[in-house]
């Protein structure tokens, strides 16, 4: 029997591979941001086409780090970026995550709380577009790609959902205008959804699709508030008042009841037909 040292041992750790995943993926996003803002200054672009140049490269970034990375140390194919169903799942997503957002938001409207002030260019919506394509896929790595998965092989699947769901609320704790209340809305509106999404579609671009979908319809269609960040440029400004029950009042639509019955339904749904993809933790398992 091949005798495992201390040194492999504490490679082979869970944590040790989440940390480690996590350092590649931050600085291999800080240095994609520097040397791109770097070079674009030099040219001529607008300000808004530069951020979207600078987070588009920012996510091939992160996403070619993970790759390399853990195909290097975990020695495997990295099946949760595999371009097969890549349209698919990029398409659906990002259909439920409009849908999703579109009934938070038809909620708002009926109980009289939205008025559209203006619209405006399309131009607008690409500062919206850019902070939430890069977000969807930054916030999916490192959430889902790295903690969710490895936690999963071994606590399995329902445990690693609440444990990624605790800890995406709690990240949006340091946010401003948050309070407990929205950071447990998000984690379980957010958290849920999108780890069920992984687990439906084993891969990471369903999640991001779905992720990316949300943030965008609320901040760069429909100009609301997004997890208690100033507004940014949106093709609609919109007034939004009334109950925060119903409208989540300075921190967004994220933090209203109906998207997290909504989410919720939606996140229950693709854990049921997810079926045997459902990972059972160690102690289950049958050898």
């Excluded at 853990?70 to 409009?98: D, H, L, Q």
């Excluded at 109980?111 to 500062?127: A, K, Q, R, T, Y």
Aim: charge should be positive.
């Amino acid at each position: 029997m091949k005798t495992i040292t201390t040194k492999q041992r504490i490679l082979n750790a869970s944590l040790t591979r989440i940390l480690l995943g996590l350092l590649v993926c931050f600085i291999a996003f800080i240095l994609a941001q520097q040397l791109t803002g770097k070079i674009l200054d030099f040219s001529s672009l607008d300000k808004n086409y530069r951020n979207l140049i600078k987070g588009i490269i920012s996510s091939i970034a992160v996403i070619a780090a993970y790759i390399y990375f853990y195909r290097k140390y975990e020695k495997r194919a990295i099946t949760e970026f595999s371009n097969k169903e890549i349209a698919k799942y990029s398409i659906t997503g990002v259909i439920i995550g409009v849908l999703l957002q579109c009934l938070t938001i038809l909620v708002i409207i009926l109980n009289g709380s939205f008025e559209i002030v203006s619209i405006n260019p399309v131009s607008d919506m690409i500062i919206p577009f850019t902070v939430a394509l890069s977000v969807a896929i930054f916030e999916e790595i490192l959430i889902r790609g790295i903690i969710f998965r490895i936690v999963e092989e071994k606590l399995g699947s329902y445990i690693s959902l609440f444990i990624t769901a605790i800890i995406f609320g709690a990240l949006h704790l340091s946010n401003p205008n948050s309070t407990l209340l929205s950071g447990l809305c998000v984690g379980i509106e957010a958290g849920f959804l999108m780890g069920a999404a992984y687990i439906y579609a084993r891969n990471l671009w369903f999640p991001i699709a779905i992720h990316f979908a949300w943030n965008f319809m609320q901040s760069g269609i429909f100009g609301a508030i997004t997890s208690g960040n100033e507004k940014t440029s949106s093709l609609l400004t919109a007034k939004i008042t009334g109950s925060q029950l119903f409208t989540g009042g300075e921190f967004g639509p994220e933090g209203t009841i109906q998207a997290v019955i909504f989410c919720s339904l939606a996140s229950i749904l693709l854990l049921i037909l997810s079926g045997n993809k459902i990972i059972s933790p160690y102690w289950r398992k049958e050898y």
